[in-house]
């Protein structure tokens, strides 16, 4: 069966330094992958998909980056965090077009 | 305005009382989703429809794409059942996700 993992499940992290969370999913090849973020009283919202090795769309302009090294890795990183990055980020995988299974979420806190 | 919206934003309910939450859109739309996502953050989704009524134990989510309108229902609610509900539609232009707010549900026993 499939799983999907992320990690840390949660981070403080100050204003200024850098971020990486991790997600990989198991027992599925060359799956779609998407990270998500939910910010505080509001929505989910798309920040980057990729459908293959290398391959990412950005689905609004931030202080986010994504990158896929290997088929079921997918890595959301910051060079330098800001306030308003806090909140809590989803990683989702799926095989077809309209399918999205969740990750366990990652909680972070800029401060 | 937000794409997609949700009613009630919060929702408390006795054990055993039936449960609506309603969600409009005004996309064009491929398929529409029901999450639950439960205090801890972990989403599950409950349903994925793009016409018609689907059962799932207690739960049931319909669609009216006339309308650009869905409800998800939980027949004989439970404690457990208390979580946030995000309705989430696929637009059919560029196929991107836009989601609700959610729904806060509380079931009290």
């Known amino acids: 069966s499939q799983t999907i993992h992320q990690w840390p499940a949660t981070l403080v992290q100050p204003v200024g330094s850098p971020l990486s969370l991790e997600c990989t999913v198991e027992?599925?090849?060359?799956?779609?992958l998407y990270w998500y973020r939910q910010a505080a009283g509001r929505g989910l919202q798309l920040l980057f998909y990729?459908?293959?090795?290398?391959?990412i769309s950005s689905e609004v302009p931030q202080n986010l980056s994504a990158s896929r090294p290997q088929d079921r890795q997918f890595i959301l990183s910051s060079k330098k965090l800001l306030l308003s990055d806090s909140g809590f980020y989803l990683c989702?995988?799926?095989?077809?077009?309209?399918?999205?299974?969740f990750g366990p979420g990652t909680r972070l806190t800029v401060l | 305005k937000n794409e997609v919206e949700q009613s009630p934003q919060n929702l408390t309910a006795q054990e055993g009382e039936f449960i609506t939450i309603n969600c409009s859109y005004s996309?064009?739309?491929?398929?529409l989703h029901w999450l639950q996502q439960h205090p801890g953050g972990g989403i599950v989704s409950l349903f994925m429809?793009?016409?018609g009524k689907k059962k799932h134990g207690r739960l049931i989510a319909t669609i009216n794409i006339q309308e650009k309108h869905s409800s998800l229902h939980i027949t004989a609610s439970h404690p457990r059942d208390s979580a946030v509900y995000i309705c989430?539609?696929?637009?059919?232009?560029?196929?991107?996700?836009?989601f609700g707010r959610g729904t806060q549900l509380t079931v009290w026993p």
């Open positions: 989702a995988w799926g095989l077809v077009y309209n399918e999205q299974f």
């Open positions: 027992g599925t090849s060359n799956p779609n």
């Open positions: 990729s459908v293959g090795i290398g391959q």
């Open positions: 996309v064009g739309i491929s398929a």
């Open positions: 429809l793009s016409s």
């Open positions: 989430a539609v696929r637009g059919s232009t560029l196929g991107r996700l836009y």
